[in-house]
């Protein structure tokens, strides 16, 4: 299996425009975050999490060729605003790309893409989607793939996180239910978020996010979803214990 960081950074990314704190300005190319999302590449299957407003930008940037499904973590823009985008795929192989979320998320997504969606009059150039409701804890099968769904609360937003064999995806958390914790048992690789270290309503700081990788105990972890006040990225990286490292953009993991 093979991972690779889309972007990492918050809904504004890092640099946010017209801000000029010092992360912001950095020159580190590890300081430039896009929007949170990652590709899984599983014996030639092609899964995204989260299609973002940087999605064009970012399949150009690995050069992506194919796309078997998307799925969704949750409604909110900085996750689900590159929709249009997947037209490319739905063109290159013809078919209706298929969408994995809640249904609370797939109601958001028609209701900001009523286009996309319209069953009568489609205007020929938009993107075809096939709808796959999910929930939390019930497995889907993606090309003889399994993936489990695990329910996150994103403050008091129920939202999803994935598990694909020993590896879970899981962004804008602030707390975890036991049962998530208990399917993130065993786990070789767990990504997670970390805002900042200040506290905030809706998404972990550093200490939470840290809490949750000591509760779930994995090999290694990897911090995503990261605001610029988090400080540089190889300054943070130093004071983090020793199985867990900042994700960056274009880091890819071999599973
Ligand atoms: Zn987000």
């Given at each position: 299996m093979k991972i690779f960081f889309l972007g990492t950074g918050t809904s504004q990314g890092i640099p946010v425009i017209g801000i000029k704190d010092p992360v912001c300005l950095s020159t580190n190319p590890k300081d430039k975050r896009l929007r949170s999302s990652i590709l899984i590449e599983w014996n030639g299957s092609h899964f995204l999490i989260d299609c973002g407003p940087d999605f064009r930008q970012q399949m150009l940037r690995i050069d992506n060729q194919k796309l078997d499904a998307v799925l969704f973590t949750h409604e909110h823009a900085d996750h689900?605003?590159?929709?249009?985008?997947l037209r490319p795929y739905c063109f290159m192989e013809s078919k209706a790309m298929p969408i994995y979320a809640q249904k609370r998320v797939i109601n958001s997504l028609k209701n900001r893409f009523d286009y996309i969606f319209a069953t009568e009059h489609r205007y020929p150039g938009a993107p075809s989607v096939q709808i796959n409701e999910i929930e939390p804890y019930q497995e889907i099968n993606i090309n003889d793939k399994t993936i489990l769904p695990l329910l996150v609360n994103h403050g008091s937003l129920p939202i999803l996180g994935y598990r694909l064999d020993n590896f879970a995806y899981l962004t804008d958390v602030k707390t975890l239910d036991e049962e998530t914790y208990q399917n993130l048992q065993n786990l070789d690789v767990l990504v997670i978020n970390a805002l900042r270290l200040q506290e905030h309503p809706t998404h972990n700081n550093l200490e939470e996010a840290l809490q949750h990788i000591k509760k779930t105990n994995p090999k290694k972890a990897y911090l995503t979803h990261i605001g610029f006040q988090l400080g540089f990225h190889d300054e943070v990286e130093k004071q983090l214990p020793d199985n867990v490292f900042l994700a960056y953009d274009e880091l890819i993991l071999e599973l």
């Open positions: 689900t605003a590159g929709l249009d985008d």
